[in-house]
């Protein structure tokens, strides 16, 4: 059974950065397109930004220019730098494949995601 794993969420001042980690067991990412979501409090998960297998990048409109994401396909894992944070980019945040664009069902189950907080 495939399983996605998030990391290195926590607690940010606004303007600061955080990396957080998507590793897989069970699944080559390298096979998948892929991409993060987040889900903040009393809202539906969102799509945050994708990432093709030739590395063509998608972003929402929201974090475009602060967050880049990235993949390392000889590691199994993927990534999302997100600098310049906002209070508003607090929420859980959630990698899957099979989709590096919106309105996509991605794949796999979803993990615990990673909490991630911004504030002052």
């Known amino acids: 059974q495939a399983q996605l794993v998030e990391s290195g969420g926590g607690l940010v001042q606004p303007g600061g950065s955080l990396r957080l980690s998507c590793a897989a067991s069970g699944r080559r990412l390298s096979m998948y397109d892929m991409a993060w979501y987040r889900r903040a409090p009393g809202e539906q998960r969102e799509f945050v930004a994708g990432i093709t297998t030739v590395r063509t990048t998608n972003y929402a409109g929201s974090v475009k220019d602060r967050f880049t994401i990235s993949r390392d396909n000889a590691n199994n894992t993927m990534y999302l730098q997100m600098n310049s944070l906002k209070p508003e980019d607090t929420a859980v945040y959630f990698c899957?494949?099979?989709?590096?664009?919106?309105?996509?069902?991605?794949?796999?189950?979803w993990g615990q995601g990673t909490q991630v907080t911004v504030s002052s």
């Open positions: 899957n494949v099979g989709c590096s664009i919106p309105k996509c069902r991605p794949i796999s189950s």
